[in-house]
C-alpha cells in the first residue's frame, strides 16, 4: 500500500477510512446508487464495529449519510467523513443497533 497523507492516524476514524477506500476500489462496473449505497453500508458496518471494540454508541446510518454529506467537495473527502463519523460516536448516547 502506498504513503496516503489523509488517512486518519488513528482508530476509529482509520478503520471508518479504510473500509471506504476498500468499498470504493470496487465502484468500476458498479452504478452510481449502487456504489454510493455501497460505500455508506461498509462505511457503517466498520464504525459500528469500533464503536463495539471502544464501548461508543454506534451511529445511526443516517449520520453516516449527513457526515458524508458535511465531507463532499473537500480534497480530503474520506478522512472528512471518517472524523465526523468517528466525533459523532463519541457525543450521544443511543443510536441504531449495528447488524
Same mark, same amino acid.
Do not use: L
Given at each position: 500500500?502506498?504513503?496516503?497523507?489523509?488517512?486518519?492516524?488513528?482508530?476509529?476514524?482509520?478503520?471508518?477510512?479504510?473500509?471506504?477506500?476498500?468499498?470504493?476500489?470496487?465502484?468500476?462496473?458498479?452504478?452510481? +446508487? =449502487?456504489?454510493?449505497e455501497? $460505500?455508506?453500508q !461498509?462505511?457503517?458496518? &466498520?464504525?459500528?464495529?469500533?464503536?463495539?471494540?471502544? #464501548?461508543?454508541?454506534?451511529?445511526?446510518? +443516517? =449520520?453516516?449519510?449527513?457526515? $458524508?454529506?458535511? !465531507?463532499?467537495?473537500? &480534497?480530503?473527502?474520506?478522512?472528512?467523513?471518517?472524523? #465526523?463519523?468517528?466525533?459523532?460516536?463519541? +457525543?450521544?448516547?443511543?443510536?441504531e443497533?449495528?447488524?
Amino acid at each position: 500500500m502506498s504513503y496516503d497523507f489523509v488517512r486518519p492516524p488513528h482508530n476509529p476514524a482509520r478503520a471508518i477510512y479504510d473500509a471506504f477506500q476498500a468499498e470504493a476500489a470496487k465502484r468500476p462496473g458498479r452504478s452510481v +446508487e =449502487e456504489w454510493i449505497e455501497a $460505500e455508506r453500508q !461498509a462505511v457503517w458496518r &466498520a464504525a459500528c464495529a469500533g464503536a463495539r471494540e471502544r #464501548g461508543f454508541r454506534p451511529p445511526t446510518i +443516517e =449520520e453516516v449519510e449527513r457526515c $458524508e454529506q458535511s !465531507a463532499y467537495g473537500s &480534497a480530503d473527502y474520506g478522512s472528512k467523513w471518517a472524523y #465526523g463519523i468517528a466525533a459523532a460516536m463519541r +457525543e450521544a448516547i443511543g443510536g441504531e443497533s449495528c447488524r
